[in-house]
């Protein structure tokens, strides 16, 4: 089988090819953090 599509890379960027700031990084942390202490510490707590 071969490969018969039509590749058309138009300024089409998918989400794994762009780099992450550090920021980005940053907020996906803080996001991360603020749910695992939802998750685990406040129940522990309560």
């Known amino acids: 089988m071969s490969d ?11 989400s794994p090819m762009q780099e992450y ?12 953090l603020v749910g695992v202490a939802v998750a685990y510490l ?3 707590f309560f």
């Open 4 to 14: 018969d599509h039509a590749h058309d890379d138009s300024g089409r960027v998918t």
């Open 21 to 32: 700031t550090t920021s980005q990084v940053g907020v996906g942390l803080l996001v991360l």
């Open 42 to 44: 406040f129940p522990a």
